[in-house]
């Protein structure tokens, strides 16, 4: 088993729905949890990053953590055509610099 | 703030050669890199930690005598990729944070190796 799975994809939704992404991890030692963006040829961007259970906000972004379910999620509101790209969940526990990726989701939002 | 750079962008070069790939961090400075590689549509695979005036940290199957890793100041680390094979080409990614905020680690725009 994985440390961390994320589902591949690929999603295509509509412009203007709501997306939902979703990692889940299996080592409860984990106290980070981040959220990255990365367009085709390019490095990854960081979004969001959280260490707490609850939900962050961010413009269109929100970041939840259930750390009792050991699940992430990211959504998207009124997702745009720019939006469309590969986003990594990643990970890291207290005494590490390492992170963790997920595999990523290939998201494609649809004019 | 937080920009990472690298260069070259892309290089072609033949078996056999060696290329040196640099990573600077441009308005921090940043005690550890990370120097990533990432195969087509798959996830960032982590080669080994760089520490700025100490030896690398290599991950578990990464040949070190293979992608030399020096880090000579605070804001640049190289990779060299000595003798490149054509399984040598990917697309190598480095990473920085800035100190006391590990979970904020800013990448590079990548490098694009073909090794022909």
């Known amino acids: 088993q994985k440390e961390v799975e994320q589902d591949p994809g690929p999603l295509s939704v509509p412009e203007g729905a709501i997306v939902s992404l979703n990692c889940t991890y299996s080592?409860?030692?984990?106290?980070?949890f981040m959220w990255y963006r990365q367009y085709s040829r390019k490095g990854p961007e960081l979004l969001m990053y959280?260490?707490?259970?609850g939900n962050k906000e961010d413009g269109r972004f929100t970041a939840q953590v259930d750390k009792s379910s050991k699940y992430i999620s990211l959504f998207i509101r009124d997702s745009q055509p720019s939006d469309s790209a590969t986003y990594l969940c990643?990970?890291?526990?207290?005494?590490?610099?390492?992170?963790?990726f997920g595999t990523g989701t290939r998201l494609t939002i649809i004019p | 703030g937080a920009v990472v750079s690298q260069h070259p962008s892309r290089v072609i070069c033949k078996s056999g050669t060696s290329v040196k790939i640099e990573c600077r961090s441009l308005?921090?400075?940043?005690?550890?890199m990370f120097w990533y590689r990432q195969f087509p549509k798959k996830s960032l695979m982590l080669m080994a930690t760089?520490?700025?005036?100490?030896?690398?940290?290599?991950e578990q199957g990464v040949e070190k005598d293979k992608f030399l890793i020096n880090h000579a100041s605070l804001t640049l680390s190289t990779l060299t990729v000595t003798s490149a094979h054509p399984e040598d080409s990917s697309f190598y990614i480095c990473?920085?944070?800035?100190?006391?905020?590990?979970?904020?680690?800013?990448f590079g725009p990548g490098t694009r190796l073909t090794v022909t």
């Open positions: 308005d921090f400075q940043a005690t550890t």
């Open positions: 990473s920085a944070y800035i100190a006391g905020k590990a979970y904020e680690q800013y």
């Open positions: 080592n409860s030692a984990f106290q980070y």
């Open positions: 990643a990970m890291r526990d207290f005494g590490n610099e390492k992170l963790t």
């Open positions: 760089s520490n700025e005036g100490s030896k690398a940290t290599y």
């Open positions: 959280t260490y707490s259970s």
